[in-house]
């Protein structure tokens, strides 16, 4: 669903818990994390910064829970 939003350019998957090798290697305009992190604590913010780039903070919305969504979707996923 987010790959058909104009814009945006790529979603790219990965399972490392850290996004920062990736965000130091692509260099993204923009980058958007969940509204749950802590901007001021986050190392990609920085480095996106840091070369001009833009951080973003997604909103959270109150009762909804993707880690909930995806153990409904599929069975076993871990609910944090």
Same mark, same amino acid.
């Given at each position: 669903? #987010?790959a =058909?939003?104009a814009?945006?350019?790529?979603?790219i #998957?990965?399972?490392s818990?850290? %996004?920062?090798?990736?965000?130091?290697?692509?260099r @993204?305009?923009?980058l %958007?994390k969940?509204?749950?992190?802590d @901007? =001021?604590?986050?190392?990609?913010?920085?480095? %996106?910064?840091?070369y001009?780039g833009?951080f #973003?903070?997604? @909103?959270?919305?109150?009762?909804y829970?993707?880690s909930?969504? #995806?153990a409904e979707?599929?069975?076993? =996923?871990?609910?944090?």
């Amino acid at each position: 669903m #987010l790959a =058909a939003l104009a814009c945006v350019d790529y979603v790219i #998957l990965f399972d490392s818990e850290s %996004v920062q090798p990736l965000v130091e290697q692509i260099r @993204p305009d923009v980058l %958007v994390k969940g509204g749950k992190e802590d @901007p =001021a604590h986050l190392r990609s913010r920085r480095i %996106v910064e840091s070369y001009g780039g833009q951080f #973003l903070l997604g @909103p959270t919305v109150q009762g909804y829970s993707t880690s909930r969504l #995806l153990a409904e979707v599929r069975p076993g =996923a871990s609910v944090e």
